[in-house]
């Protein structure tokens, strides 16, 4: 990346479009204070009773305590990335306007995850779960211009949209089962009948899918590959979704579902296993990792790998620490990331091995990031020691193995955020070069803006207090612990200096300084393990995958292209089998009416007749403008048939609609002569084979298939018009109901009122078909 | 085209807006509704287009610029007439003022939802079709390598 | 009249079938429009009553079947929809292959895949792994 030395932050950071949405996060952040403190609220809304979709959010525990990480963490990173955002297009070259390539989607992302952390029902979880990943998948492919990015957000979006779909049909499966997608009614239906003498087997693979979804998307080994690549995205993004946001809407579900998972003992082990080797494999491969964002993505798995321990030990215990550690994770790691995107706007480069000893230039950013790292390794006076505290507490209850793990997962967790921290602050002050290179150690650092350290000293400080007045935090848990059980908790915490959790987190610390001190004795076993994780790892599966599919994806394309003909008549045959075999299957004697003509029936006829002579005038023309008119007289001709036979309406819109469409026929038509063309690489100046191979077999091939089209269509028409249902009362109920809706004209009414949905759905065609033209003729320009 | 084509296009813009009105606002109680309300509106544009060519029909009526926002304010008119009902607790499409519920009326136009649903439709239908209308009244936009090939086919 | 409107619509039908299966796009799109205008037709002749409009009041006369013609309204504004995107592709096939022969198109499609092969750019898996180490 360049050095700038302008500041072109200074006129960009005024943008009232970055401004607009850290307002609207710090008012949501104020709103969701109000709605904690004055108990919440229910919105419940059947709004597609058929389906039993709700739209049911309630503002608990749960709610509140990730809707104030949403909002709040939100403020500070917007904040940053108010200064953050303009630099970054800057360096890239890139124009301003690229900045509504990212707020109008961290604002959405904001408003999914309030969404998700109160929503109440399956379907809905699943729908924000959607949104969320949709969200960050153009977040993290915001330098769309890097292969690297691209194929990054491709790859968060596959995996976690994957997830989703798990979770979709666990909750389908929960639905068959049990009637309901609403989570506390699932969850006192399967309390019930666990008590009554255990589940099935199916809500168990439900509930072990929806968890599975919500461990992907948490970034748990082994699906936790999409988290390190995702760092390609803009600091910012980084901060706020893999801190704060997207990888805590996993255990968010986690917690949301917890009374599900709870009656199923098998996927509550699961849990547990899985977050043991997550906090094992991301802790070591961070202590390998080099870029600044790569060490704390690590660090970021083996972090969540402790809260989803913590839901696998489960009970009281378990939940209230998840539920702390998840608020004291955020902030910590939120703080962490906005340093990594500082020191790089500052020293231009982004790996640990190439600066250091930046704590006297960089004195605030210093003091800051290295609270947030004292948080994130549990040392005392910040908000970080109550979340070990208590996670040593869960472990040592479940039994002392797990304890002794604990404080080993603790001490990892200490050595790679204090690598992070000092390799950056502490050392020989150096920019850009290795130890002893002269040009970094006298190369200057780019002038830092002012809110590209604001937000992190917040954030240090918000960790702090934490750590001395830990009332409100106490209480956001135990609130969303209560959320998460379905009865109350209580969590009381303070310093004891003689509990053993307080020793238990000493002998962390000193771990953690042990490894610290002695990189070359784990060094090597922990990249060997790093470089086994690429070569056969889970992400290398994922690559071998998409590149099979898109393999196949190119057969297939293949086939289709290099002969359109067959591929429609791959539509047309196997549809006519089908209808066949209905027909087949149809008892068909004697039901053939020939039916009477009378009065007006013989315009009828005679303008049928004058339609069939047209339609055979558009096949065998090859005019196109004579086909256009003929298509017209088609339309036209079916139009007055309509009148004729009591449809006005119809009448009406198909003859204006047929104008429209000879009108745009015509246009299309006339842009170019027709003719024969050379191809591309005729035009080039190579002979290509000769093309009319099969003409003459295809001479009286296309017009039998016609004929046969034709004569089985004949039949099956003629078969179904013959057997009209016998449910003639309605028609005259639509008639006697329409004057209760206010109407004259039956069709409108029915269009407008009683079939309302059909023709919401059909205008949606129309719009999605102008897009469709869009795209293709104006490259997505609307004007 | 002859000065006779662009004085009759100029002449019938007015009346085949009335008629587009007439069909829309007695689409309840005759024959018509929003949407063939909305195609005479795009006859009447389309008419316009060829009797003036599509730069001078966009410089004449300018607020054929809008088309795509008029589209997407159909759009949220109608799914808000369609959600109406939901706010009161009734299902999605369902009138509102419901059933036996007394009407306002401005004329012989009665206000409900599904009046104002047909109305959003019409808005629409008119947006997009206008806009496919520029669209196609064009002849499409290369893209940069593209437009290479091009030069070289010629 | 069953059978009238049986005759009619199959015809229309079969012209249709056979424009799909022809080599010029222009064509393949007529037929497109040819079947679902048959489609229409046999809804609207699938209606239940035939008789005055559906404006009440009708007076003694029994009225149309409203619902097929609420049906029929539907399938002509998508077919509509159909139909403009369809001549969009159409456009856009022309100014850019400067072709409407579907055989032409095929070969153009074989030849660029066949350039594209050639000049194949770096597989997935072969991605240097230090690139997702060296993003900020």
């Known amino acids: ?783 | 085209m002859t000065i006779l084509t662009e004085a009759v296009a100029r002449l019938l813009l007015a009346p085949s807006l009335m008629v587009a009105a007439a069909i829309l606002i007695k689409g309840y109680v005759d024959v018509g509704d929003g949407f063939a309300a909305a195609v005479v509106v795009s006859l009447a544009i389309a008419l316009q287009y060829l009797a003036f060519g599509a730069r001078r029909a966009e410089q004449e009526l300018p607020v054929l610029r809008f088309a795509p926002q008029t589209a997407i304010v159909g759009l949220l008119v109608a799914l808000s007439s369609g959600f109406f009902a939901v706010i009161s607790g009734g299902a999605p499409f369902t009138h509102e003022p419901s059933v036996g519920a007394r009407v306002v009326r401005i004329g012989r136009l009665e206000l409900m939802t599904a009046v104002s649903f047909d109305f959003g439709i019409f808005l629409l239908i008119a947006g997009a079709l206008v806009a496919l209308i520029h669209h196609l009244a064009e002849p499409p936009e290369l893209e940069p390598d593209l437009e290479e090939d091009a030069e070289a086919a010629r | 009249m069953t059978l009238v409107f049986a005759l009619a619509a199959a015809t229309i039908f079969g012209f249709g079938a056979y424009l799909v299966l022809t080599n010029d796009l222009v064509r393949v799109v007529a037929g497109m429009v040819l079947i679902s205008q048959s489609a229409v037709l046999v809804v609207i002749a699938s209606g239940l009553t035939r008789g005055a409009a559906p404006i009440l009041p009708t007076g003694d006369e029994r009225p149309s079947d409203a619902l097929v013609q609420a049906m029929a309204l539907t399938a002509i504004v998508i077919g509509l929809a159909v139909t403009a995107l369809l001549l969009a592709i159409v456009a856009r096939v022309r100014a850019t292959l400067h072709s409407l022969e579907v055989r032409e198109l095929a070969r153009d499609e074989a030849e660029h895949t066949a350039e594209i092969e050639q000049s194949q750019e770096p597989q997935l898996e072969e991605l240097d792994r230090d690139e997702a180490e060296d993003e900020q």
């Open chain 1, 1 to 783: 990346m360049p050095q700038q030395t302008s500041p072109p932050a200074r006129v960009a950071t005024r943008d009232p479009l970055a401004w607009a949405v850290a307002l609207v996060a710090l008012g949501a952040f104020a709103g969701c204070i109000a709605l904690w403190r004055t108990g919440g609220g229910t919105i419940d809304v059947s709004w597609a009773r058929e389906l039993d979709l709700r739209l049911h959010f309630s503002f608990d525990g749960i709610g509140a305590l990730y809707g104030l990480l949403a909002t709040g963490i939100g403020a500070a990173v917007f904040a940053y990335a108010t200064a953050y955002v303009p630099l970054h297009l800057d360096h890239q070259a890139r124009p301003a306007r690229d900045r509504w390539r990212f707020w109008p989607w961290m604002a959405l992302f904001m408003l999914s995850m309030v969404g998700l952390a109160t929503a109440q029902d399956l379907i809905l979880l699943f729908v924000l779960f959607d949104v969320t990943a949709v969200c960050s998948y153009f977040l993290i492919a915001f330098d769309r211009q890097e292969r690297a990015s691209r194929l990054a957000a491709l790859m968060a979006l596959l995996v976690t949209g994957g997830g989703a779909v798990a979770m979709l049909i666990g909750a389908v499966i929960l639905y068959a089962d049990h009637g309901t997608f609403s989570i506390p009614e699932l969850a006192s239906l399967l309390r019930t009948q666990d008590e009554a003498g255990g589940i099935a087997t199916g809500t168990t693979v439900a509930i072990g899918l929806i968890a599975a979804a919500a461990l992907i998307k948490s970034a748990q080994v082994p699906l936790h590959f999409w988290l390190p690549r995702a760092m390609a995205a803009p600091t910012p993004v980084s901060a706020y979704l893999h801190s704060a946001a997207m990888v805590a809407a996993g255990v968010l579900v986690i917690g949301r579902v917890f009374q599900l998972v709870e009656v199923a003992p098998v996927v509550q082990d699961g849990m547990l296993a899985i977050g043991l080797l997550s906090i094992a494999v991301g802790g070591a491969l961070s202590l390998t990792r080099d870029g600044f964002k790569q060490v704390l993505a690590y660090s970021t798995i083996s972090q969540y790998g402790y809260v989803v321990m913590l839901y696998g030990i489960g009970g009281r215990d378990g939940a209230t620490a998840a539920a702390f550690y998840v608020v004291a994770h955020a902030i910590a790691k939120s703080a962490l990331f906005l340093t990594a995107g500082t020191v790089t706007m500052a020293a231009g480069c982004r790996r640990l091995s190439t600066v250091g000893g930046l704590a006297r230039e960089l004195p605030v950013l210093a003091v800051a990031s290295a609270l947030a790292a004292a948080t994130l390794s549990a040392l005392p006076l910040t908000i970080g020691f109550f979340k070990d505290e208590l996670f040593f507490r869960a472990a040592a209850e479940h039994s002392t193995l797990l304890g002794v793990v604990s404080v080993l997962a603790a001490g990892l967790t200490f050595a790679y955020t204090w690598r992070f921290w000092g390799g950056i602050f502490l050392g020989e002050r150096r920019v850009g070069g290795a130890a002893d290179d002269a040009a970094a150690a006298a190369k200057p650092l780019a002038p830092v803006p002012a809110l590209l350290t604001a937000p992190i000293a917040v954030l240090a400080v918000l960790a702090v207090l934490g750590g001395i007045v830990v009332g409100p935090f106490a209480e956001l848990a135990s609130d969303a612990a209560g959320a998460t059980l379905g009865h109350d908790v209580q969590l009381q915490l303070a310093y004891h200096l003689d509990a053993r959790e307080t020793w238990m987190a000493a002998l962390a610390w000193l771990l953690g300084g042990l490894l610290l001190a002695t990189p070359k004795a784990w060094g090597p076993a922990a990249r060997a393990l790093s470089r086994a994780g690429e070569r056969f790892g889970p992400s290398h599966v994922y690559e071998l995958s998409l590149s099979a599919v898109n393999r196949w994806s190119d057969r297939l394309h293949d086939v289709e292209v290099r002969d359109l003909r067959s591929r429609v008549a791959a539509v047309l045959l196997p549809g006519g089998i089908l209808v066949a075999l209905g027909f087949a299957a149809t008892p068909t004697a004697g039901v053939f009416q020939i039916g009477s003509i009378d009065g007006t029936d013989l315009l009828v006829v005679a303008l049928l007749a004058l339609v069939a002579i047209a339609a055979g005038v558009v096949a065998f023309t090859h005019q196109h403008i004579a086909i256009v008119l003929a298509l017209a007289v088609v339309g036209l001709g079916l139009a007055t048939v309509y009148a004729l036979l009591g449809a006005p309406d119809v009448a009406l819109v198909a003859m204006l609609v047929e104008t429209v469409v000879t009108l745009v026929f015509l246009a299309i038509v006339a842009y170019a002569p027709r003719g024969e063309r050379p191809s591309r690489r005729e035009l080039a100046g190579v002979a290509s084979e000769p093309q009319r191979r099969h003409t003459h077999s295809r001479r009286w091939r296309d017009p039998l298939i016609g004929v046969v089209a034709g004569a089985a269509a004949f039949l099956v028409i003629w078969g179904a018009l013959s057997r009209p249902t016998p449910a003639e009362r309605v028609v005259d109920e639509l008639v006697r109901l329409t004057p209760a809706a206010h109407g004259r004209d039956v069709v409108t009414v029915i269009l407008a009122d009683f079939r309302g949905l059909d023709t919401m759905v059909e205008v949606t065609v129309i719009g999605v078909a102008v897009f469709g033209v869009i795209a293709l003729l104006r490259r997505g320009r609307t004007w």
